[in-house]
């Protein structure tokens, strides 16, 4: 689902458990309804996309989202792996 930037949205921070790598956050910005709840229209920010929601993020959010990116499971794999590899044949 895509949040516009033209409606009210707040960006959530989520943790989540991976299967190899612990405890993981990843972030999300959702839309807001009229009286400002948050609502089931969202989708995944990141360093990528993050420009499109300066308008309701501050620098902080800005290093976190960075942070965020950097330990999801591809940043890891491209750290510690040169070649092109599959999450399974990794954490094999």
């Known amino acids: 689902m895509k949040v516009s930037t033209a409606e009210p949205f707040q960006i959530i ?25 948050l609502t089931f229209k969202h989708q995944n920010i990141s360093s990528k996309n993050a420009e499109e929601f300066s308008t309701g993020l501050n620098e ?7 942070l965020t990116d950097s330990i999801q499971q591809d940043a890891i794999l491209k750290k510690f792996y040169n070649k ?8 094999s």
């Open 13 to 37: 921070y989520s943790l989540f458990e991976h299967e190899y790598l612990g405890y993981l956050f990843e972030s999300y910005v959702v839309q807001l309804d009229a009286s400002g709840r």
């Open 60 to 66: 902080v959010d800005f290093k976190l989202i960075h």
């Open 84 to 91: 092109k590899v599959t999450p399974a044949e990794f954490f």
